[in-house]
C-alpha cells in the first residue's frame, strides 16, 4: 500500500467549508479514487500557512518525527484549484518547492468529489 502525505491550504481549511481533512481526501485515498492510483494510507496531513515558507521544513519535520516517508506527496485539490488562486506561488511551483526540499515527488490535487 503506497504512504502519502498530503498539503492543504490553510486559509481555506480555516474558512470551515468543505476543507481538506473533513473526508474528501482521505476517501479518495482509502478507495482509490481522484488522483490516488491505488489505495493509499495517509501518513501526514499538513496545512500550508501563508505564505508557504514552512510547507517543506513541516514535510522534513512531520518524517522525521513519524518515522515515516511518505512515497508521495498530494497537494489537496482545494489548494490546486483555489478560486481567487494563492498569491504566493502557482501549485506547480509549490511542487517543485518540496520535491527539491524533500526529495518526493508531488502530485497535484487528490480527489474529484464535489
Ligand atoms: S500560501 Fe497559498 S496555499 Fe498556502 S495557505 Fe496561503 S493561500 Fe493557501
Known amino acids: 500500500m503506497k504512504k502519502v ?3 492543504g491550504c490553510g486559509e481555506y ?12 481526501c482521505l476517501k479518495a485515498a482509502a478507495f482509490s ?6 489505495v493509499s494510507q495517509v501518513v ?9 515558507r514552512s510547507v ?8 522525521r518525527l513519524s518515522e515515516i516517508k511518505p512515497d508521495v506527496i498530494h497537494l489537496s485539490s482545494c489548494l490546486v484549484n483555489a478560486v481567487p488562486k ?3 506561488f502557482t501549485p ?13 515527488p ?3 490535487r487528490t480527489h474529484y468529489y464535489h
Open 106 to 108: 508531488v502530485i497535484l
Open 5 to 7: 502525505a498530503v498539503v
Open 13 to 24: 481549511m480555516d474558512s470551515g467549508y468543505g476543507c481538506p481533512g473533513d473526508w474528501r
Open 56 to 63: 517543506p521544513p513541516n514535510l522534513n519535520m512531520a518524517m
Open 86 to 88: 494563492c498569491p504566493y
Open 33 to 38: 479514487e481522484g488522483e490516488f492510483d491505488e
Open 92 to 104: 506547480e511551483e509549490l511542487a517543485e518547492h518540496i520535491t527539491n526540499k524533500t526529495g518526493i
Open 44 to 52: 501526514a496531513f499538513l496545512k500550508c500557512s501563508c505564505p508557504g
